[in-house]
């Protein structure tokens, strides 16, 4: 059975690129040029969303604030960078399994290899969800650059049908996507030096966005302390030696004494920089830590600005 044409014709993201329209006469720099120019609008064109995104963190951490969570979801480059923001918040944060989850349309496989026909169901992205039994607690991010893909939009109206917050992630204003959420957060890049090749401005806008979602969202939970990750997991020689780094850096102290104050608790770097700061035991410190939420200014007493 024959599919019905598909307008592209006013999605921002689709448009031919007059910068780029002789792209395959110049010479190797002048590509590179071309694109390097192009990409200097997009931190401007995120900056303009600010207002948007602050209204998205908040919604986040109030969610995770009731047992809630942040679920990405998306097809293609924009679903794969979704599960990239998700994978990266368990080492950065700490954060619990499952606490953000990051979906994508034809599942893991689809991470490596192209499934671009799952996209075009609505069915599947609301099947998604379900099968991570969402929750009206739980927070929603589509990710979409044109705004009107089915598979996303099939999850977002799911997630509305149960009273999740949702948030729509795309590059194409007044979209679809745009019209069904919450809260719309759409970068206007313009048009891709490749015609729709969305994996470029458009999925560099939603990187940058992604991550500042996530990352002011675990700052307001108290994953930092000051700009440092003191809930970051040492798995690895250079994890570990991030640590002492930290510890030594937050407390105030010498290597020597954080590998000290680490190895006094079971290296955990939150209880280190508490107990060292406090001149307090380790199992003290962690008391603390259990009072204050597991937020180190507050067990250290001091005042947030």
């Known amino acids: 059975m024959p599919h019905e044409p598909i307008d592209l014709s006013s999605l921002a993201t689709e448009r031919r690129n007059p910068a780029s329209a002789e792209l395959d006469l110049l010479g190797t720099e002048g590509i590179l040029r071309v694109i390097n120019d192009q990409d200097k609008g997009i931190a401007d064109a995120v900056a303009h969303e600010i207002p948007h995104v602050a209204a998205a963190v908040d919604a986040v951490v109030a969610s995770i604030g009731t047992g809630g969570r942040l679920v990405y979801i998306g097809a ?8 990239l923001d998700a994978s990266e918040c368990p080492p950065t944060f700490n954060t619990v399994p499952g606490l953000v989850v990051g979906l994508i349309a034809g599942g893991d496989h689809a991470l490596r290899h192209p499934v671009e026909h799952v996209e075009d169901s609505p069915e599947a992205g609301a099947r998604a969800l379900e099968d991570i039994a969402l929750t009206s607690k739980d927070v929603v991010v589509g990710i979409a650059a044109s705004g009107r893909t089915p598979f996303v939009l099939g999850a977002i109206a799911f997630a509305n049908s149960i009273g999740a917050f949702t948030i729509g992630l795309c590059n194409s204003p007044d979209s679809a996507l745009s019209k069904l ?4 957060i759409a970068p206007i890049v313009g048009p891709e030096v490749v015609t729709g090749s969305t994996r470029m401005k458009a999925g ?60 006094a608790a079971d290296g955990e770097v939150k209880t280190a920089i508490v107990a060292s700061r406090l001149h307090v035991p380790a199992t003290e410190a962690r008391a603390r830590l259990d009072a204050a939420g597991g937020t180190v200014r507050s067990a250290l007493g001091e005042t947030w600005q």
């Open 76 to 83: 293609g480059t924009s679903g794969r960078l979704g599960v």
């Open 181 to 184: 959420v919450k809260v719309s």
């Open 204 to 263: 560099t806008s939603q990187k940058l966005v992604l991550n500042m979602l996530s990352t002011a969202t675990m700052v307001k939970l108290g994953k930092t302390y000051g700009n440092l990750m003191v809930d970051v997991q040492s798995t690895n020689a250079k994890l570990r030696e991030r640590a002492v780094g930290i510890v030594r850096d937050a407390a105030e102290i010498t290597d020597d004494e954080a590998r000290a104050a680490l190895d």
